[in-house]
């Protein structure tokens, strides 16, 4: 019983690897714009996204490195998918520009005040959540669209508006928290 509760609680973190072995493949995929395959692939990894939580949770078997690893893994096959479709031309330099610049203040932002303050936490905002949200379904729909089997629904434009309007607002948001969370420790 005990090497079976041992095994389930890596289950989560080999979930999560999984996701980052994802990335060189589904960059391969891009690569040969077999678009298809790469749907089906960057939606597989979304699931086990889901479920490396999910089970985590239900049988209490969260880790440092689970937790550690998990964003991680998030960000490696969205930045891998986001830097292939500007190769593609799908989606403009920009807007890579900036969800990357984003996720550099954010990780700059919590060394800093971590090398200030101590130990800080960083907890998602639902910003944050939607902005990750928004990056997810500009992926599939713009491999969606470009899909040999599918049509061209002209939502990728839009999308890439929402994108970066929510990438923005959750990058200041982080800013703000963060200038307002320094400020209340040093009046007290």
Not at 16 to 37: H, M, Q, W
Not at 115 to 122: A, K, M, N, R
Not at 125 to 136: A, E, G, H, P, W
Request: glycine share 6%; proline share 3%.
């Amino acid at each position: 019983m005990l090497k079976f509760s041992i095994m389930l609680a890596q289950i989560p973190n080999i979930l999560t690897l999984s996701r980052i072995g994802a990335a060189p493949i589904l960059i391969l995929l891009l690569r040969d714009e077999n678009y298809s395959a790469a749907l089906v692939l960057f939606i597989a990894a979304g699931i086990t996204d889901g479920l490396d939580g999910w089970i985590a949770k239900r049988y209490n078997c969260t880790s440092q490195l689970g937790a550690r690893l998990d964003p991680i893994a998030d960000k490696v096959i969205i930045v891998s998918a986001y830097i292939m479709l500007v190769i593609l031309g799908l989606i403009p330099f920009w807007l890579v520009t900036l969800v990357i610049f984003r996720d550099l203040v954010i990780v700059g932002g919590y060394l800093v005040l971590s090398t200030l303050d101590g130990h800080v936490s960083i907890e998602p905002t639902m910003t944050s959540k939607t902005n990750t949200l928004f990056q997810i379904l500009l992926v599939i729909v713009a491999l969606v669209e470009n899909a040999s089997w599918s049509f061209d629904f002209g939502l990728t434009p839009v999308m890439i508006i929402v994108v970066a309007a929510s990438t923005f607002l959750s990058g200041i948001q982080y800013l703000w928290i963060w200038v307002i969370r320094r400020s209340v420790r040093q009046l007290t």
